[in-house]
T-cell receptor
Framework: DGGITQSPKYLFRKEGQNVTLSCEQN?????MYWYRQDPGQGLRLIYY???????QKGDIAEGYSVSREKKESFPLTVTSAQKNPTAFYLC???????????FGSGTRLTVV | GQNIDQPTEMTATEGAIVQINCTYQ??????LFWYQQHAGEAPTFLSY????GLEEKGRFSSFLSRSKGYSYLLLKELQMKDSASYLC???????????FGTGTRLQVFP
């Protein structure tokens, strides 16, 4: 079955550590996105990529980095520069045109 | 800016009808999506409006007025399982990226 997979589902990080969240899709979608969601809040765009080897900053890119070396993969690194990283992270992808996003099941990151 | 506004919380009774409104700045978007999100889960797609008017899908309907920067999601015959957050999202002209509102948390009571 086609879909988008995020791993891990839960992640704990010590302060000062970098951590990478995985996002893989087998939908042949060109565009991929990373959103952050805080309790009781909507989704805020971190980074997005419309094509391999290219990506753009979203509204809250500071303290995060991404890569898009393969069409299927769009990993997100939460760096130690991100001051408040505890949140629910959602990855999404979409094909060309105004099509609904397909979301992954999310990664809940907690800084301990 | 590209603000999207929707109420934070709403309550309704099982079997009733509820309308969740969403307003946005007209200069930024050319379509509106509605998503449902249960707590701790990923959003799921409900509807997409790009033209003015009402789109009906079973118990759920969505309306768009582009000139007014206004959309609503109408939920009929409410069920307990409809208790969730409902996210309004604008689709920008030049890319496929979505800008989300803060979401409306709907609680359905017996």
């Amino acid at each position: 079955d086609g879909g988008i997979t995020q791993s891990p589902k839960y992640l704990f990080r010590k302060e000062g550590q970098n951590v990478t969240l995985s996002c893989e899709q087998n939908l042949n979608h060109d565009a991929m996105y990373w959103y952050r969601q805080d309790p009781g809040q909507g989704l805020r765009l971190i980074y997005y990529s419309q094509i391999v080897n290219d990506f753009q900053k979203g509204d809250i890119a500071e303290g995060y980095s991404v890569s898009r070396e393969k069409k299927e993969s769009f990993p997100l690194t939460v760096t130690s520069a991100q001051k408040n990283p505890t949140a629910f992270y959602l990855c999404a992808s979409t094909g060309q045109g105004k099509r609904p996003y397909t979301f992954g099941s999310g990664t809940r990151l907690t800084v301990v | 800016g590209q603000n999207i506004d929707q109420p934070t919380e709403m309550t309704a009774t099982e079997g009733a009808i509820v309308q969740i409104n969403c307003t946005y700045q007209t200069s930024g978007f050319n379509g509106l999506f509605w998503y449902q999100q249960h707590a701790g889960e990923a959003p799921t797609f409900l509807s997409y409006n790009v033209l003015d008017g009402l789109e009906e899908k079973g118990r759920f309907s969505s309306f768009l007025s582009r000139s007014k920067g206004y959309s609503y999601l109408l939920l009929k015959e409410l069920q307990m399982k409809d208790s969730a957050s409902y996210l309004c999202a604008g689709s920008s002209y030049n890319t496929d990226k979505l800008i989300f509102g803060t979401g409306t948390r709907l609680q359905v009571f017996p």
